[in-house]
């Protein structure tokens, strides 16, 4: 496996000497992430070994948490707060946000949020779309009534001219308050219609009329933004010289938390969604089928994801169900139940279609062969994401890592390794901090990822 270092070569933005790091052997490093349950942060020491874990979840009761980014910052400090209160010498040196790819919001220049957020999985904006389609060409990740930048338009008519509106993903935000600095990574800005392959906003985005400044600075993870500000490190009881980096999306970070480099080794982030990622040489995107490409460092990260997961298992079973069912399911032999598990109405990959509906009939009175109904149609979901990246080009995995709570399932590993037909192991790491702190840290050192030229 090849360390963070090379992994995250130099290109993403250089390091000054206002952010020189220390020498100590106490340093460590902070990743936080934003997810559909709750935030985390993760504390690793330059050896890149785990120091620490803090989770809070989103509170159980009230409007959906993805929208609110007050109280995203609220849980971002308790858990912050919690991590410096239990780092026992160690001293933080950079800190890294990662967050859903493709939720975003609008805010002033101060970064004063102006709405509400949209959630990644908000869809439906069929006129912004024809707007956008009326100017993107056809493979554009811009396009569809779900991406990021129909979101964008839609909020965009819901706020007064004259504010200095701009669009900020759910990380790009959090990074802001910490340092002052607003800018976006490169991973994403990419569902905001920007080419990572050129690194720019491409000029087709004039015809949009957006305001000034409406598209953010775009810099490669990994890029010293500032050091924190001095308020907010005294409130968090952090160091008032830690340096925030830029971060990227939860999937991304969860591959540099996985621990893989080669070529052909795909990630699947078995969370609340489903999510597909497949190290390529080439990129592959196709918006039709919810395909797209991250950079990372010098290869390509292919994939999608699917509205399938543990978000639709939970509206079926509780943790301790799911524990007690998983011994008596039969993975080498299929139920013949042809699900398609959704939480809602809508799929994003491997097929784009916003009106798809769940489909978890006939359920057996056996509720272990329910559940293992529901796993096969969320393995075959999987496959399929698989063949679809072959089909648009890319490699087909020679082994599949598992990350995310569904990992730990020896069960549904097995179910998988049968549909996918290649070995599935686990992932080094399961938690998307874990790869965030490890882009903390290479950034710290100058070594962000490379994403192209940076762009304002």
């Not at 990630?267 to 969604?273: D, E, I, M």
């Not at 999987?382 to 080009?393: C, K, M, N, P, V």
């Not at 965030?436 to 050192?445: E, P």
Request: hydrophobic residues 40%.
């Amino acid at each position: 496996m090849l360390s963070t270092r090379q992994w995250l070569p130099g290109g993403g933005g250089q390091v000054g000497t206002a952010y020189k790091m220390h020498g100590s052997e106490r340093d460590c490093y902070l990743g936080l992430d934003l997810g559909t349950s709750g935030c985390r942060v993760a504390a690793i020491d330059d050896a890149e070994r785990v120091l620490m874990q803090v989770k809070i979840g989103w509170p159980a009761a009230g409007t959906d948490p993805l929208t609110r980014p007050a109280l995203w910052w609220e849980v971002a400090c308790r858990a912050l707060r919690c991590t410096a209160a239990r780092l026992d010498g160690w001293v933080p040196r950079a800190l890294a946000v990662d967050g859903t790819s493709g939720t975003v919001l609008l805010c002033d220049g101060h970064g004063d949020p102006l709405t509400e957020a949209l959630p990644y999985y908000a869809s439906g904006f069929l006129a912004e779309a024809q707007c956008i389609d009326r100017v993107a060409p056809t493979g554009s990740t811009a396009r569809g009534a779900g991406s990021a930048l129909a979101r964008a338009l839609h909020l965009l008519a819901l706020v007064r001219e004259g504010q200095g509106v701009r669009v900020v993903n759910q990380s790009d935000w959090l990074a802001a308050k910490l340092c002052g600095r607003i800018a976006c990574d490169a991973n994403n800005a990419l569902k905001l219609g920007y080419e990572p392959v050129s690194g720019h906003w491409p000029d087709w985005m004039d015809a949009l009329a957006l305001p000034d400044a409406f598209l953010p600075e775009v810099v490669g993870p990994g890029t010293a933004l500032a050091s924190i500000l001095p308020d907010r490190a005294a409130a968090l009881g952090l160091p008032a010289d830690l340096l925030v980096v830029a971060g990227t999306t939860d999937s991304v970070a969860g591959v540099l938390a996985a621990g893989v480099s080669a070529p052909a080794t795909a990630v699947t982030a078995l969370g609340s969604t489903l999510v597909l990622k497949l190290i390529t040489e080439e990129p592959v995107f196709a918006p039709q089928y919810g395909v797209y490409s991250h950079r990372l460092g010098n290869a390509w990260l292919a994939g999608g994801a699917s509205n399938s997961g543990g978000a639709v298992l939970a509206q079926y079973f509780t943790v301790e169900e799911l524990e007690q069912l998983s011994p008596l399911l039969d993975p080498e032999n299929d139920t013949g139940l042809d699900y398609y598990p959704l939480p809602r109405r809508g799929e994003r990959f491997p097929q784009a279609n916003p009106n798809l509906l769940p489909r978890l009939e006939p359920r057996p009175s056996q509720p272990h062969r329910f559940l293992q109904g529901m796993l096969e149609g969320i393995a075959r979901i999987e496959a399929d994401g698989y063949r679809r990246l072959q089909t648009l080009g890319a490699p087909y995995p020679v082994r599949v890592v598992s990350a995310g709570g569904g990992a730990a399932n020896r069960a549904w590993s097995r179910i998988r390794e049968r549909y996918l037909g290649v070995p599935v192991s686990v992932a080094q790491h399961q938690e998307a901090c874990v790869g965030t702190a490890r882009l903390a840290r290479a950034g710290a050192g100058g070594h962000g990822l490379s994403s192209g030229r940076t762009e304002s």
